[in-house]
């Protein structure tokens, strides 16, 4: 699988600027934009020289004509200058992670995640940027009944990532209802999203790394929470879907479509690896929340957009990634 089988219907974008480009979902969306033709301009404060995970998101970018890498922070840097002449604004970047965001890492959650988005959509609403993509979450939604959420549910963050993230996609929506402002925004609320390149801290790619190295693998809670799981692929789709989806669009939730449960990945993985996973059950902790499930129907009718991958086939996906990444290293 690859961001290849995009569907052909989308309009071009000439030039796009990427925030967080250098990141799990950003360094996908790049390589997508670039096949269409786009020219990216992908900021990012970490970059290829100094950080071995950016390094390996950025490797497929790095030299491709119409890639236009800038290292910078948006919480200090120019932002109009790396925003001019672009038709959409994927902003994307921001610090995620359910789990760290108590204690003091939350100031770096409240100025990657508000304050810079502040700075972004500041400087989109003065050039008249025409559309602003934010990435939000499912987080946003809390605890639910197990239905699945729909974007007109009532908010119900239960955690500091959280009432952060409901804080971004809420700015940027208010900045673009300003009678003055001629930018639009999408808020895509992201959906537990895995694949090829997903964070070293997030449940898939530490699940498979167990299996493969035979490790440990821990998990919080008795691994019967839920998550909506959303293949990578699908993600790159819906953004760019969202970036020429009608003006009054909104907020999207971005679901992968099957609800599944921790045990059931690991026994996905111990099948897809042929390994036992050796699992070390730990307390669960704050801000999780027991069931993920997006209602897509939104997503369907603004963005036309419905996921493609399901669970095994994105899981192989990744192992295969992964195994390919270790054969690279040992060679
Ligand atoms: P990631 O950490 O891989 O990418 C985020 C990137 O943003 C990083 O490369 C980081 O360096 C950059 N960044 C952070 N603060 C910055 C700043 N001040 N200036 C410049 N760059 C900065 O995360 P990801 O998993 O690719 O997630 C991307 C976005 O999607 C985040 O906003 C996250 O909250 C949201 N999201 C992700 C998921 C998921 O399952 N991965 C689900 C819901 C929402
Ligand atoms: C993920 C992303 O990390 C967030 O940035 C994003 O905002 C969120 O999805 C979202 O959907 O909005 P999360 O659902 O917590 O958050 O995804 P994982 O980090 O993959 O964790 C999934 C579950 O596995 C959680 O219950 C977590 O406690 C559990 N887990 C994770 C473990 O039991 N062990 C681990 O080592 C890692």
Redesign the pocket.
């Known amino acids: 699988m690859s961001t290849s089988a995009l569907p052909p219907s989308r309009p071009h974008i000439r030039r796009a600027v990427i925030?967080?480009?250098?990141?799990?979902?950003?360094?996908h969306l790049a390589q997508a934009l670039l096949q269409d033709g786009t020219t990216v301009i992908g900021?990012?404060?970490?970059d290829a020289a100094t950080?071995r995970?950016?390094a390996a998101?950025l490797a497929p970018l790095i030299g491709q004509p119409g890639y236009v890498p800038v290292t910078?922070?948006?919480?200090t840097?120019a932002v109009e200058p790396v925003l001019l002449d672009a038709e959409v604004v994927f902003?994307?970047?921001?610090?995620?992670?359910v789990r760290p965001s108590w204690g003091p890492r939350f100031s770096?959650y409240v100025?990657?995640?508000i304050l810079?988005t502040q700075r972004v959509m500041d400087a989109a609403a003065r050039l008249g940027v025409p559309r602003v993509v934010v990435?939000?979450?499912?987080?946003v939604y809390g605890p639910t009944d197990g239905r699945p959420s729909r974007e007109t549910d009532h908010p119900h963050p239960a955690s500091p990532?959280a009432v952060t993230?409901l804080a971004?996609e809420q700015l940027c929506l208010a900045h673009a209802a300003r009678s003055d402002c001629r930018t639009s925004v999408v808020a895509?609320?992201?959906?537990?999203?895995?694949g090829p390149r997903?964070?070293a801290d997030?449940f898939t790619h530490r699940a498979l790394l167990a299996a493969i190295a035979g490790t440990s693998l821990r998990i919080y809670g008795d691994g019967h929470q839920r998550r909506d799981f959303?293949y990578i692929d699908d993600?790159v789709t819906a953004t760019l879907a969202a970036a020429s989806a009608p003006e009054d669009t909104g907020v999207v939730n971005v679901g992968g479509g099957g609800s599944a449960s921790l045990a059931e990945v690991m026994q996905l993985v111990e099948q897809l690896t042929g390994r036992q996973l050796a699992v070390e059950y730990l307390t669960s902790r704050s801000g999780d929340v027991p069931v993920t499930k997006a209602d897509c129907s939104r997503a369907r009718t603004h963005l036309g957009w419905e996921p493609t991958v399901d669970l095994a086939a994105g899981i192989r996906a990744q192992l295969r990634h992964l195994t390919d990444h270790a054969a690279r290293q040992a060679a």
């Open positions: 925030t967080g480009s250098a990141g799990f979902i950003g360094s900021l990012d404060r970490r950080d995970s950016a998101n910078a922070d948006l919480l840097c902003h994307l970047a921001g610090v995620p992670g770096s100025q990657c995640n810079a990435a939000s979450s499912s987080s990532y993230k971004e895509l609320r992201y959906f537990t999203v895995y997903q964070r997030m959303t993600t």
